[in-house]
């Protein structure tokens, strides 16, 4: 960490557009790494992090790419408040780096908890694989007729009669299987990702809404799915295990971030994160279809209470506007920088006085105003951990609801100064959204998404 800033922000950005960690880079790949970071597409496809489509992911060689520049090893700490389905602790454990990890979503910290669990033996678990699989396709070899009511109508929608019938046997079968904890979570994840791979629904993303989607020709088996999967995990196992060095330490914590964390003041060498984005992505909905298969829920209201409620505001659907003042911005953003506090309530203003003109009467005022008075109780709890001169990276989008833009890197790093930091800087790595522009609706506000970076 002896490194000067301006000497390791100028590295990461040319790391990233230089695609240095990028085994096979050429130049015209190069460029497209930055473009990627924000996103899951290359995680997709690497060890471990394929093992749950996220799309609310980020690259995995971008935390490979800060683990490189800030020199880290087994004497560091890695933080990520926002980790997920684990990126940024499963990069870590690989490269022998401790981390910390926190996340609030139920149902995505089981992911990232059986993501970072490497510890199995072998041999035990290929046995295990074998035996659950040679019962399951004895098992379904013919039709068996099952009972499949008490499915939620969404998960009728996206399966045939007989291939719902044939996920709920393998569903049960794991459940009653004999084997240790981490064996069973393991057949969950893999049942769990073969959920959309095996779906007739389009269940693209970000919302499962197969009326919405155009239907997927290709209905696929739920077993066959199900043992690609698997087998997939097993040699994933082997292959990070292969290259792991040393013997990191992972503490996942199931927690609201804004809360004050476990952890010894000064203690965190690297806090990196992609936090929600002021984007209206509703993250509960984005697990819909996982928690009704596996019975975590059967209804919206169920979700709202087991995952929207518990985490910050960053959509439409978790405002209730009860909930709100007035004056929704909280008065102690004022004391962090008066500036961008005026600016704030005046946006908040607009879009109250907008929201009134328009159809949908979406709930943007508020979604703006909590999502700044959440993110910067999360930016209080993080500098209170991380060592002096250490660095917050996160990488971040701006919005434009309604056409009203925020600029939410800069607020956020001037807020962040508020709370103690020594100074903040902003890297854009690409402009976003223009998938929509086709769209009459939407603003025309070009988006971008960036990498801010706080040092304390
Ligand atoms: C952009 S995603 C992070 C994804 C992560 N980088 C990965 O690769 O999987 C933001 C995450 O923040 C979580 N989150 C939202 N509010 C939270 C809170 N109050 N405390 C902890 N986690 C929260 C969401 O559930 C979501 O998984």
Same mark, same amino acid.
């Given at each position: 960490?002896?490194?000067?800033? *301006?000497?390791?922000?100028?590295?990461?950005?040319?790391?990233?557009?230089?695609?240095?960690?990028?085994? /096979?880079?050429?130049?015209?790949?190069?460029?497209? &790494?930055?473009?990627?970071? $924000?996103?899951?597409?290359?995680?997709?496809?690497?060890?471990?992090?394929?093992?749950?489509?996220?799309?609310?992911?980020?690259?995995?060689?971008?935390?490979?790419?800060?683990?490189?520049?800030?020199?880290?090893?087994?004497?560091?700490?890695?933080?990520?408040?926002?980790?997920?389905?684990?990126?940024?602790?499963?990069?870590?454990?690989? #490269?022998?780096?401790?981390?910390?990890?926190?996340?609030?979503?139920?149902?995505?910290?089981?992911?990232?908890?059986?993501?970072?669990?490497?510890? =199995?033996?072998?041999?035990?678990?290929?046995?295990? @694989?074998?035996? !659950?699989?040679?019962?399951?396709?004895?098992?379904?070899?013919? /039709?068996?007729?099952?009972?499949?009511?008490?499915?939620?109508?969404?998960?009728?929608?996206?399966?045939?009669?007989?291939?719902?019938?044939? &996920?709920?046997?393998?569903?049960?079968?794991?459940?009653?299987?004999?084997?240790?904890?981490?064996?069973?979570?393991?057949?969950?994840?893999?049942?769990?990702?073969?959920? #959309?791979? +095996?779906?007739? *629904?389009?269940?693209?993303?970000?919302?499962?809404?197969?009326?919405?989607?155009?239907?997927?020709?290709?209905?696929?088996?739920?077993?066959?799915?199900?043992?690609? %999967?698997?087998?997939?995990? =097993?040699?994933?196992?082997?292959?990070?295990?292969?290259?792991?060095?040393?013997?990191?330490?992972?503490?996942?914590?199931?927690?609201? +971030?804004?809360?004050?964390?476990? !952890?010894?003041?000064?203690?965190?060498?690297? *806090?990196?994160?992609?936090?929600?984005?002021?984007?209206?992505?509703?993250?509960?909905?984005?697990?819909?279809?996982?928690?009704?298969?596996?019975?975590?829920?059967?209804?919206?209201?169920?979700?709202?209470?087991?995952?929207?409620?518990?985490?910050?505001?960053?959509?439409?659907?978790?405002?209730?506007?009860?909930?709100?003042?007035? /004056?929704?911005?909280?008065?102690?953003?004022?004391?962090?920088?008066?500036?961008?506090?005026?600016?704030?309530?005046?946006?908040?203003?607009?879009?109250?006085?907008?929201?009134?003109?328009?159809?949908?009467?979406?709930?943007?005022?508020?979604?703006?105003?909590?999502?700044?008075?959440?993110?910067?109780?999360?930016?209080?709890?993080?500098?209170?951990?991380?060592?002096?001169?250490?660095?917050?990276?996160? @990488?971040? $989008?701006?919005?434009?609801?309604? $056409?009203?833009?925020?600029?939410?890197?800069?607020?956020?790093?001037?807020?962040?100064?508020?709370? $103690?930091?020594?100074?903040?800087?902003?890297? %854009?790595?690409?402009?976003?959204?223009?998938?929509?522009?086709?769209?009459?609706?939407?603003?025309?506000?070009?988006?971008?998404?960036?990498?801010? @970076?706080?040092?304390?």
């Amino acid at each position: 960490m002896e490194k000067s800033k *301006a000497q390791t922000t100028r590295r990461i950005r040319d790391q990233l557009a230089l695609g240095l960690y990028d085994a /096979d880079s050429v130049p015209t790949a190069r460029a497209a &790494l930055s473009e990627r970071v $924000g996103t899951f597409q290359d995680s997709l496809r690497a060890p471990i992090h394929r093992w749950f489509k996220y799309p609310a992911g980020f690259s995995y060689k971008f935390v490979e790419t800060l683990i490189e520049d800030y020199r880290l090893d087994a004497r560091h700490w890695i933080l990520d408040p926002f980790v997920g389905c684990g990126t940024t602790a499963v990069v870590a454990k690989e #490269r022998g780096v401790n981390c910390v990890g926190i996340e609030a979503h139920p149902f995505v910290f089981q992911v990232a908890r059986v993501k970072t669990f490497w510890e =199995f033996d072998l041999g035990a678990l290929y046995q295990r @694989i074998e035996s !659950l699989l040679m019962v399951l396709h004895k098992t379904l070899s013919r /039709d068996v007729s099952q009972d499949v009511s008490e499915f939620p109508e969404l998960i009728h929608k996206c399966y045939s009669r007989r291939n719902l019938a044939r &996920l709920k046997i393998i569903r049960d079968t794991i459940e009653s299987f004999d084997g240790s904890a981490v064996e069973r979570d393991f057949f969950r994840l893999a049942l769990t990702d073969t959920l #959309r791979t +095996a779906s007739r *629904a389009g269940t693209g993303w970000p919302y499962i809404a197969p009326s919405r989607y155009h239907a997927k020709q290709n209905e696929r088996d739920g077993l066959a799915v199900f043992d690609e %999967q698997i087998r997939l995990m =097993f040699d994933d196992l082997k292959i990070v295990r292969s290259r792991q060095r040393g013997n990191a330490e992972t503490k996942l914590l199931q927690m609201d +971030a804004r809360q004050v964390y476990p !952890l010894e003041e000064a203690s965190v060498d690297l *806090a990196v994160t992609s936090p929600p984005y002021l984007n209206n992505y509703d993250y509960a909905d984005r697990t819909r279809l996982e928690m009704y298969f596996w019975g975590w829920a059967k209804s919206w209201g169920e979700i709202t209470e087991k995952v929207r409620d518990k985490l910050i505001i960053a959509a439409t659907t978790q405002i209730r506007r009860n909930d709100f003042s007035d /004056d929704p911005v909280n008065a102690d953003l004022g004391e962090l920088d008066a500036r961008v506090y005026d600016e704030l309530r005046a946006r908040v203003h607009r879009l109250g006085r907008l929201r009134l003109e328009k159809g949908g009467k979406k709930s943007y005022d508020l979604m703006v105003a909590g999502y700044f008075n959440d993110v910067s109780q999360v930016m209080r709890q993080v500098y209170r951990v991380l060592k002096p001169q250490s660095r917050f990276v996160l @990488i971040l $989008g701006d919005s434009a609801p309604y $056409g009203v833009h925020i600029p939410t890197e800069e607020y956020l790093g001037k807020l962040g100064v508020g709370i $103690g930091f020594r100074r903040y800087e902003i890297q %854009q790595l690409r402009t976003r959204g223009e998938k929509w522009n086709h769209n009459p609706q939407r603003h025309q506000v070009a988006l971008r998404e960036s990498i801010l @970076i706080l040092e304390k």
